[in-house]
Structure formats: C-alpha cells, structure tokens
C-alpha cells in the first residue's frame, strides 16, 4: 500500500499564478518533509513541517496531523520553480522517510 | 562541502553481472541511506545504517542486494546477478541524526542500467 499520497500528479502554471500541491498519509505520523527535485537533479529538502503552518520565503506548508495531511502553498510561481516537488512522511520512532510519488510542477512564462 | 558523493554516476551491466555502487556521506553525519528511484515506483527506501550499523534493510531485495558501511567515510550498495528489473536510480542520503530533526542530504545518485 503506497503510504504517501500525492496531487495532483502533475500541474502546469503560468508564471506568477500561485500553486497548491497536497499531500495524505495512510498512517499517522508526526514528522512531515517537502523536498524539491529538479530534472536529473539532486533531492534537496524544502521544508521540514510536522504540525501547523510554516513559511519558507514564497513556499507555505500547511500540516494537519490529525486528518493526515499537509500542502504545500507555492505563491507568485517563476520558471525556475518547475521541477517535483515530493512529500515524505516518517512513520513514528521509525526515523526512516517514505516518499510520494510527487507532482510535477511545470511554470510557463 | 561537496555533499554526498555517490560513484559511478552511470553505471551498465549485462544481466547477471555483479554491481557496487559507493557512497560518501557528508562528514560528521551519522546516519546513512539509501534508496532507489524509478519512474513507475518512484522512491523506495533500501535501508539505513546508523553510526556504521546497519538499523533496517526492511526495503532491500533480500537474495541479491547487501550494503555495508565499513567506515564513517563511505558505504556500498551490491547487487548480485543484476535483472534488468534492478535499472534504477540508486540514491544515497546522510544525515546529522534522526531524520526527524535533521535535514536529510541526497547525493546525485547513480544511474543502473542492466542490459
């Protein structure tokens, strides 16, 4: 069972629209991370958000553990933006992350 | 700090060929992972060393993948008798502890293709 839901599966903006990518888990947990993979690059974590809201610049996580869910609010989108952005979860004491299968944001200008 | 280095970056086998991909952590982190990418799976965790130990290899292919972490320095994944089911995106990842309250590091990753 995938434990990490993600949507959509891809999204496509033009630039300076605003962009919502969510994200579900099949379990509960208390640690919550988006990372950012741009094409043939590295993973690189976006942010780190087990509960409530957090803002990092133009990116704005939103978790709610007890629906189990979070999102990922991305605000006034650039080109360099597109890439896919992935939700991990770790499920408790298990200090290992399991991933969604991402979405694909693509900005357009 | 280069990061998490991963070698080869590429790396072709004929089905049944042995492969070992390494992995240099950053330094000073004491937890290591590993995972593999494809598009149809996307990323699956392999396993997970801890100060050098290995913690859990729930995700690993029991009868033909193993991984070792030797040192603090470095780690290797090996594949025996590569399928063609085994083409992935191999990634490894460090960190200062408990991915919970540190940031995760990937590595560039290395490319398996199994012909």
């Known amino acids: 069972e995938q434990q990490v839901q993600q949507s959509p599966a891809s999204l496509v903006l033009q630039e300076a629209e605003n962009a919502e990518l969510q994200c579900s888990f099949s379990?509960?947990?208390?640690?919550v991370q988006w990372f950012y993979q741009r094409p043939g690059g590295r993973l690189v974590s976006l942010l780190y958000n087990p509960s409530g809201t957090k803002q990092s610049g133009r990116l704005t996580s939103t978790t709610v553990i007890k629906e189990r869910r979070s999102s990922l609010h991305i605000s006034s989108s650039q080109i360099t933006d597109s890439g896919t952005y992935l939700c991990a979860m770790e499920r408790s004491n298990y200090n290992v992350l399991y991933f969604g299968s991402g979405t694909k944001l693509t900005v357009e200008p | 700090n280069a990061g998490v280095i991963q070698t080869p970056r590429h790396k072709v086998t004929g089905k049944g060929q042995e492969a070992t991909l390494w992995c240099e952590p950053i330094s000073g982190h004491s937890a290591v992972f590993w995972y593999r990418q494809t598009i149809v799976q996307g990323l699956e965790f392999l396993t997970y060393?801890?100060?050098?130990?290995?913690?859990?290899d729930s995700g690993m292919p029991k009868e033909r993948f193993s991984a070792q972490m030797p040192n603090q320095s470095h780690s290797t994944l090996k594949i025996q008798s590569t399928q063609p089911q085994d083409s992935a995106v191999y990634l490894c990842a460090s960190s200062l502890g408990q991915t919970s309250q540190n940031t995760l590091y990937f590595g560039a990753g290395t490319r398996l293709s199994v012909l």
């Open positions: 060393f801890r100060n050098q130990a290995p913690i859990d």
């Open positions: 379990i509960f947990t208390n640690q």
